[in-house]
């Protein structure tokens, strides 16, 4: 059963540092890209970036370069996404998804609510 | 960036009854070499992800009842719900996979009347 399982919900201040993991069961994680897709309170869905675990080619959304890295073990079956520096609006559920590139997300992390206050 | 277009924003349907949501593309997400629209429908309720409905714009993902269906090509696309069931309450998006970065649709709120 493919299966993607997201860190537990974090609460940070602004200026802080943080590293959310996604990992990957159930399928060979190294061939099938990971997107990283936000959500804020009550809103839609925002594609972020997503990475290759097998070779880690990254490719980022426009709106969020520079903003987050993206990152993947492919040796713990594990996708990562982090912030250097949080601020209040980035507040949101973040969720992993498995494609979503080049394909439909056909499997999805139950998500990872990071509050910043 | 392809921008995409659902209407309505929110409709009621009675059970049993029609539920049908469009979606149009800024720009064509059908790739000529292989005739493939690049576009995929999702279902999420509250408090969980989002989850796949249809691919490739009319591709029933296993395990989704046939009441769900997908049509479509180009820049227009539509998801019809051929009778509402009560856990069909929903937000509804679309998503075009063409070209990064991958774009959604503001979503349709799916309630029943």
């Known amino acids: 059963e493919v299966q993607l399982v997201q860190s537990g919900a974090g609460m940070k201040k602004p200026g802080e540092s943080l590293k959310i993991s996604c990992k990957g069961s159930g399928y060979s994680f190294a061939n099938y890209w990971i997107a990283w897709v936000r959500q804020m309170p009550g809103k839609g869905l925002e594609w972020m970036g997503i990475?290759?675990?097998?070779?880690?080619?990254?490719r980022y959304s426009p709106s969020f370069q520079g903003q987050v890295t993206i990152s993947a073990d492919k040796s713990i079956n594990t996708a990562y996404l982090q912030w250097s520096s949080l601020k209040a609006s980035d507040t949101a559920t973040y969720y992993c998804a498995r494609g979503l590139f080049e394909m439909a997300g056909d499997f999805w992390g139950q998500g990872t609510l990071v509050t910043v206050s | 960036d392809i921008v995409m277009t659902q209407s309505p924003d929110s409709l009621a349907v009675s059970l049993g009854e029609r539920a049908t949501i469009n979606c149009k593309s800024s720009?064509?997400?059908?790739?000529?070499?292989?005739?493939?629209?690049?576009l995929a429908w999702y279902q999420q309720k509250p408090g969980q992800p989002p989850k796949l409905l249809i691919y490739w714009a009319s591709f029933r993902e296993s395990g989704v009842p046939d009441r769900f269906s997908g049509s479509g090509s180009g820049t227009d696309f539509t998801l019809t719900i051929s009778s509402l069931q009560a856990e069909d309450v929903a937000v509804y998006y679309c998503?075009?996979?063409?070209?990064?970065?991958?774009?959604f649709g503001q979503g349709t709120k799916v309630e029943i009347k």
């Open positions: 990475i290759y675990p097998g070779d880690s080619d990254t």
């Open positions: 720009q064509s997400v059908l790739y000529s070499s292989n005739n493939n629209n690049y």
């Open positions: 998503q075009q996979y063409y070209r990064t970065p991958l774009t």
